[in-house]
């Protein structure tokens, strides 16, 4: 049988307050609508259509070429199931309707959930039992065991209040009977809203027979406001670092370190505490990261060496054996085996090739304030410490540079380059210095203005 996923992202979030759409939002370094529709694709969904409101123009940017559906205006979540019923007017299969705010859910649960309606019911859902039911719809279940209807919070009596088993949202019904369902749907409840949950009482006063999937609480997070999305997030990251330590990573303090789902750890890496690993990165085998250092879009080859404190940015990409110190930072830099830039530098639109020392306190000066240009230094070569590399420019192979340079013209293989500013001395000078100021401090001496 095939599956559509509806993937609901049309709510207005306001809960989030926020000047940025609910689905957009990130947990684990993507937005929340790229995990559902990527939870939808794991579970082998055949089609995939997001309701998107008519000012959601960023998600629709998001989306690109994916399918979606508009509501307008956004009158509840049974509402914009309905928008997505023209794109899926011939479909006969297994529709599931799933939400942009719930990020954690999985495939298999997925799968699960639309394997009830391949076996034969008409109505799947999905419930959790919590402790804590507040802002989820609660399950009514008749005197059989049976599922009855959903209340939605607002609308609940005392008694039903109570009730601590819940709906995470997601649900499959057979299509078209969703959309015949929804149309018998009103708006008799306190939010003046077509609910999709109410789908349960409709069908069940014509027959339909409901099935109810339980699964646990964490994958069913709803993310209606930024204390859910904190939470959200905690769940995620406990289930990366899991996941890293599980394929051979060394984490000494996993609670402190936060990863991205889009960055790849290979196998005995080790991070030290209190280090972020953000999107697009990818960290060769036996290299280490030490402590305080924050890492995006950077490669770094086998058995490099980060930090304390290195900070590597976008189109970093390291070979093997690097190291980057303390307080360093690398953005869209190129480094050939075993570069050592060890402290103190900034390496910005540059190539460094293999072995080159980079020593503390460099910095490539690569942009005017209109325009960035590149450096480029050779394999094997030696910058002095406290040097400005003014790009554009090319150091050589082998070449050797002073310490304390502003280098500004290019330097051949081999060549030693450096700049010196006139030394002055006064010989034995410091004793009377040191008297004449001790003087004026002690109103001995008029200050000199
Ligand atoms: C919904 C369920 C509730 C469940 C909870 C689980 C309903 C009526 N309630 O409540 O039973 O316990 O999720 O998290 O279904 N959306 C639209 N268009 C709309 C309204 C919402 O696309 O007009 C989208 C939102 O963008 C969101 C999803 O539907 O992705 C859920 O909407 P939300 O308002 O967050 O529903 P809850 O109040 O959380
Ligand atoms: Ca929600």
């Keep these: 049988m095939k599956t559509a996923a509806i993937i609901l992202a049309a709510g207005q979030g306001t809960r989030m307050n926020s000047a940025l759409p609910k689905p957009l939002h990130h947990v684990g370094g993507r937005p929340m609508l790229a995990w559902a529709i990527d939870a939808a694709k794991a579970s082998g969904a055949d089609r995939i259509v997001t309701v998107l409101s008519k000012e959601s123009a960023s998600t629709q940017d998001w989306l690109g070429q994916q399918e979606f559906a508009i509501q307008h205006p956004p009158l509840g979540t049974g509402h914009a199931v309905l928008a997505a019923r023209e794109a899926l007017a011939n479909f006969d299969g297994v529709s599931l309707v799933m939400f942009a705010d719930t990020p954690l859910v999985t495939s298999q649960t997925l799968v699960a959930l639309a394997g009830q309606i391949a076996a034969g019911q008409d109505i799947a859902i999905l419930g959790f039992e919590t402790s804590q039911p507040t802002g989820y719809g609660r399950i009514v279940?008749?005197?059989?065991g049976k599922v009855q209807q959903i209340v939605e919070e607002r609308d609940t009596n005392g008694?039903?209040?109570a009730i601590t088993l819940v709906n995470g949202g997601i649900m499959a019904a057979r299509s078209p009977l969703l959309f015949d369902l929804l149309e018998s749907v009103d708006t008799s409840n306190a939010q003046n809203e077509i609910y999709l949950t109410d789908i349960v009482s409709v069908g069940r006063s014509r027959g339909c027979s409901v099935a109810c999937e339980i699964t646990g609480g964490e994958e069913l997070i709803g993310v209606n406001n930024r204390t859910d999305l904190a939470r959200a997030e905690a769940l995620l990251q406990a289930q990366l670092r899991e996941a890293a330590m599980a394929s051979g990573v060394t984490l000494q303090a996993p609670d402190t370190v936060f990863l991205s789902a889009e960055s790849v750890i290979e196998r005995d890496v080790t991070i030290e505490p209190h280090v972020v690993i953000g999107t697009g990165c990818h960290i060769g085998e036996g290299s280490i990261i030490k402590a305080?250092?924050?890492?995006?879009?950077?490669?770094l080859g086998a058995c490099c060496v980060i930090g304390p404190f290195a900070r590597l940015r976008p189109?970093?990409?390291a070979a093997d054996g690097v190291k980057i110190g303390n307080f360093v930072e690398t953005k869209n830099v190129i480094l050939g085996?075993?570069?050592k830039a060890s402290h103190l530098t900034y390496l910005g639109d540059a190539e460094i090739g293999a072995a080159t020392n980079i020593g503390a306190g460099t910095i490539t000066c690569n942009f005017d304030g209109f325009n960035k240009y590149r450096?480029?230094?050779?394999k094997n070569a030696f910058i002095g410490s406290n040097t400005a590399l003014v790009a554009p420019i090319a150091i050589g192979d082998g070449a050797i540079v002073g310490a304390g340079s502003t280098i500004s013209d290019d330097v051949c293989d081999d060549d030693i380059t450096f700049t010196r500013a006139t030394v002055e001395t006064r010989q034995q000078a410091a004793p009377a210095f040191r008297n004449r100021k001790k003087a004026i401090k002690e109103g001995r001496e008029e200050k000199q203005t």
């Design 159 to 161: 008694e039903e209040e």
């Design 292 to 299: 305080f250092s924050h890492i995006e879009g950077a490669r």
């Design 337 to 339: 085996d075993g570069v």
């Design 141 to 144: 279940l008749d005197a059989y």
């Design 315 to 317: 189109g970093t990409n």
């Design 375 to 378: 450096t480029i230094v050779g």
